[in-house]
Nanobody, 126 residues
Framework: QVQLVESGGGLVQAGDSLRLSCAAS????????MGWFHQAPGKEREFVAV????????YYADSVKGRFTISRDNAKNTVYLQMNSLKPEDTAVYYC???????????????????WGQGTQVAVSS
């Protein structure tokens, strides 16, 4: 089992940057593919980015491609989401999620993930 704690959210202006962190407990962090999702009020939880267990493969939603970068440090049990050129439509609660032993497959559906953090709010003003 793994516990996830997100941090780094906040209120910023359009065009600014934020870096979200997700710290994981447990000794098998490198066994998990890690994903970031967001959920705006009244909307379903949506895929943002995913990174393989090794960090060697990543995949992004079209809406964030070229602006966001997902990375991980397995020695620190942490996954990051660097968000640049933020837009008001990026406003949402951001969640990190872990999927155990996904191999080389990068899952984008929330249903495919085993563990979730509590979320961190990101608000972008125009």
């Amino acid at each position: 089992q793994v516990q996830l704690v997100e941090s780094g959210g906040g209120l910023v202006q359009a065009g600014d940057s934020l870096r979200l962190s997700c710290a994981a407990s447990g000794r098998t962090f490198s066994s998990y593919a890690m994903g970031w999702f967001h959920q705006a009020p009244g909307k379903e939880r949506e895929f943002v980015a995913v990174i393989s267990w090794s960090g060697g493969a990543t995949y992004y939603a079209d809406s964030v491609k070229g602006r966001f970068t997902i990375s991980r440090d397995n020695a620190k049990n942490t996954v990051y989401l660097q968000m640049n050129s933020l837009k008001p439509e990026d406003t949402a609660v951001y969640y990190c999620a872990a999927r155990y032993r996904s191999g080389s497959i990068l899952y984008t559906s929330p249903r495919e993930y085993d563990y979730w953090g509590q979320g961190t709010q990101v608000a972008v003003s125009s």
